[in-house]
């Protein structure tokens, strides 16, 4: 026992410090181009066009007119200095803040030594002031924390200098970014942001401190009941759960687990946090606008990597190299709901875990469920002039958001993984205005007992309550009297199971089902319809097994077959290389008959 127990000790010592010290991707970024020196936002410019291997034009993407969206939520964006010029696309409108990146701390000093750091002369910290903006510094620190906290006079020579900057340009605040910290580090990092908070609000009580928080917090280096009453946000570093040095191809920012034997998701990080005592309206879900890229051993997923290369991607890199990111190297991970491409590069297998319009969407909608303060995004400029991903904050974070009909709900487990002990949240189901809410749990497996849903007809939970769930009682099939019910979930500390799947629909008042014919013998949902890149199709009451899909377009041309096993109760159909126009889905099985149903790509 005693060996045994010593081994344990001597493999934690191993692994735990090189997940502590991991390189995240705003360090390998900065120490990629601050190589370079100070340089104008041109030669920023000449050196992302290389990189993008394109000509860009930086013209104002802006639309005319008045715009007539409010954000509800906090959207908070990073721009690094080799962005250049890029913000002159970003969408004013529907950002909040602007945080400039980044003050170096020297730990010796407390003096910035990164050169490119340019926030008293640069222009992007002018426009967005000018457009009403909140303005933030980002300081960061990768290394050498020790002598950092040895030092009171490097500490105060921080402290003043910061705030001497937000005075010349009428900031708004310091974002801190200490990463590879770890257990050592947990007091003298409270001690400082309370000097540190205190320095900034005898300065100007308006100044806001903001902290940057680990996607997982490996050695409980922050102590959150001390840090919340400190702060006035925190941005989660959602993103590196896989990273450059990782043996095996991931996803950037699982939304759920991408393998069972690594179960880090978004899901669990924000679980985390608010059960260590954070309040959720301050967290902010840092999610990327950048993918990674591995040569792997295989062509299977999930994958090793060989080591050889790895590479970050930005979705304007996807965007600007459709050859290699074509849709059919595109694919589809239904466990992690990420998008990946893999392709052959010089007889080498790659692949590129990477984030597109539906999978960022759908993290969103989880920012949403958990009642976060709004999202965090690394990096501004990424996109470069992509107007999607800004449509996308719109219709998600701003008053022109809409409740859609058709959608597929989970717990936070996603579709194929157990939900996580300690989860306590409740949020709005709903559909447009003068339609009814139908919900339709086709699974439901939640801990007896211990593990609780429920769900109320209304907004919120003053409404009447429709039942209270646990174990296999499952909801079923109802028909809402409104067009919104709350749904609330709680877990306790131990023992989690498969949890619940629901299919939300829209009624007409007084009918109990928008399903008619034969339909009703396969209640399938298909959705976004139109849609653009991924097709959802989902279905249950489901009869004698196999059953086919086909896929038809307007010329009769079949473009999609599909067979299916009883197992399966929802798949993924990747669109994006289908003509725009009308095409029809056909379901089939062997006794009950033939439905169809009506797709629009566009």
Known sequence: MMIRNLLLLLILAYLLPAQVIRKGIM??????????????????????????????????????????????????GWHPYWVGSAYQNYQWAYLSDLCYFNYEVNPSSGQNSNASFAWTTASVVTVAKNQGKKIHICATLFSNHSTFWASTSAQNTFINNIISLLNARGGDGVNIDFEGMGASDKVPFVNFITNLNNALHNANPNYELSICLYAVDWSTTFNIPALDNLVDFYTIMGYEYYWSGSSQAGPTDPMYNFVTSYNYTLSKTITYYIKQGATPSKLLMGLPYYGREWEVTGTTVPANTTGNFSSSRTLAYINNNPTIYSASNKFWDSNSFTPFYKYVQSGNNRQCFINDVYSLGRRYDMVNQRGLGGIAIWA?????????????????????????????????????????????????????????????????????????????????????????????????????????????????AATNTFGFRIYKSCATPNTTSIFNNDSELYDISIFPNPCHDILNVSFSNIFEFPHFIDIFNIQGQNVKHIELTESVNEIFVDTRNWPSGIYFLKFRNNRQGILFKKIIKE
């Open 380 to 492: 501004l400029g990424y996109d470069d002039g992509m107007t999607s991903f800004w449509n996308l904050i719109k219709d998600k974070f701003t008053t022109c958001a809409s409740d859609v009909c058709l959608d597929s709900l989970y717990d936070m487990g996603g579709p194929n993984r157990n939900y996580y002990d300690n989860e306590n949240y409740g949020y709005v189901i709903g559909v447009p205005s003068g339609s009814l809410v139908k919900l339709q749990f086709y699974s439901f497996n939640i801990e007896n007992g211990y593990d609780s849903l429920w769900l109320y007809n209304g907004p919120n939970q003053s409404a009447p309550l429709i039942g209270a769930y646990t174990g296999t009682q499952s909801p079923g099939t109802f028909t809402a009297a409104t067009n919104k019910v709350f749904l609330r979930f709680k877990s306790d």
């Open 27 to 76: 360090q390998e970024e900065h120490e990629k181009y601050k190589i370079f020196g100070a340089h104008t936002e041109e030669f920023w410019d000449s050196i992302r066009t290389k990189e993008l291997n394109r000509f860009i034009d930086f013209q104002s993407k802006q639309s005319s007119g008045t715009n007539t969206c409010t954000l509800t939520k906090r959207v908070f």
